[in-house]
């Protein structure tokens, strides 16, 4: 009779490090996501902390060609491109006509520096009992919102009006890591859980009238439907579609302005406003006013309330040309990079992009630092999601483990 012995090769820091990264997982996607519907700032805590605990983590175990695997995240070219972009902004600081931009942009820089540092320190694989975390949290989310929005009816307030308030910013964050969240289900075949998770995030985000989650919800799933079965060829085709949105924006806003110079119908009307502040500025608009300058304009005073709030309005008023070429690059080499992944798990995240997209396109997110946070934290989850260890079966047991094999006769 042959007995399965198990050895407990485990060195104290290896389980701390488990510990950690368990915990940092914990916090980013189950508590992060359900801590900011009651309380507005939160946030921005549990990020660095979660971040920070991610990579206290990496650094008790390094493991075998995790110096290779953080090279090549600061070597893609989403990364890259991120990076042009980041570099251009900062650079248009010496123009900006305001003083709060600069404040801004070096939280935004931290930001980005330390999700880019958790992104590429994470496990080169994921376990099932981490990965499962992401679909629980938003869950539990999608639970809180409605809960929330049902029971209590909140009252809106000014500052929520003006700019999004926390049931808002939820729902808009949930519709963003839904999509990673369906993907980590359904690559392990668990699809009526994906399509469950799927309906609940949506009922949430229409009751918690988060401005634009819908429209960003359908557009993801269009693309989701898109991209089923021919991954790669939608990919090429979504990155040449978001670049020519976001590089031919200003030609559609002039177009508009010239066919609706007033009484433009509702749908056009911010285009068309667009497009007269485009006849107004005339060359300056391929240099761009600086960054922060459509936020800071607006709330001094120097912009009318009814200046457009997308972010592709702000990157090409803010950063001009040179930005929005950047920021066309960095959607299109996003849409490239996760294109490459398992086919399985492709469609659902080039949903995700299509549908953070959208909520660019029709704002108000725009560059404001909670949207910023938000995106960084399903920049993780995706990480997260393509390094996963997916199996639909259990693992076979070699043979002389397990139970005794019975004697032959």
């Not at 507005?40 to 995790?66: D, K």
Request: glycine share 8%; with cysteine.
């Amino acid at each position: 009779m042959s007995i399965l012995s198990r050895r407990n090769t485990d060195e104290p820091a290896e389980e701390a490090a488990r510990l950690l990264l368990r915990i940092g997982v914990f916090l980013l996607f189950v508590v992060s996501l359900i801590a900011p519907i009651l309380a507005r700032q939160t946030v921005y805590v549990l990020l660095p902390i979660g971040a920070a605990l991610l990579l206290a983590s990496a650094t008790l175990t390094p493991e075998e060609g995790s110096a290779r695997s953080m090279r090549a995240s600061l070597l893609s070219p989403p990364f890259l491109a991120a990076l042009l972009l980041v570099a251009w902004t900062a650079l248009s600081l010496l123009w900006t006509p305001f003083e709060g931009p600069a404040e801004r942009f070096a939280k935004i820089a931290a930001t980005l520096a330390l999700v880019a540092l958790a992104t590429g320190f994470l496990p080169l694989r994921t376990k099932t009992s981490n990965l499962n975390l992401l679909p629980i949290g938003v869950a539990a989310a999608t639970i809180a919102l409605a809960a929330v929005t049902l029971l209590l009816k909140p009252q809106y307030t000014l500052d929520d009006i003006l700019d999004v308030g926390p049931l808002g910013r939820a729902g808009l964050g949930l519709s963003l890591l839904v999509w990673p969240a369906m993907g980590a289900l359904a690559v392990r075949d668990r699809w009526y859980w994906a399509a469950a998770l799927a309906v609940a995030t949506a009922l949430a985000c229409y009751l918690s009238r988060a401005p634009n989650a819908m429209p960003a919800l359908a557009a993801g799933a269009a693309v989701f439907a898109a991209s089923f079965g021919r991954a790669q060829a939608m990919a090429a085709a979504i990155a040449a579609l978001m670049a020519a949105i976001v590089l031919l924006a200003p030609l559609a806003a002039y177009m508009a302005h010239v066919l609706w110079p007033e009484n433009s119908p509702a749908f056009f009307r911010h285009l068309a406003f667009w497009g007269e502040m485009i006849s107004a500025d005339g060359w300056r608009t391929a240099i761009g006013h600086g960054f922060g300058a459509a936020t800071w304009g607006v709330l001094g005073g120097y912009l009318t309330p009814a200046t457009p709030r997308s972010l592709i309005f702000k990157i090409w008023f803010d950063l001009g040309v040179l930005g929005a070429a950047a920021a066309a690059l960095v959607a299109a080499r996003a849409s490239l990079f996760v294109g490459q992944s398992r086919p399985a798990l492709a469609p659902f995240l080039l949903g995700g992009i299509g549908s953070g997209f959208a909520v660019c396109l029709f704002g108000p997110a725009a560059e404001q630092l909670w949207w910023l946070t938000l995106a960084g934290l399903d920049a993780i989850a995706y990480a997260l999601v393509m390094r996963g260890q997916f199996r639909k079966r259990l693992p076979q047991l070699p043979a002389g483990l397990g139970a005794p094999a019975e004697d032959s006769a």
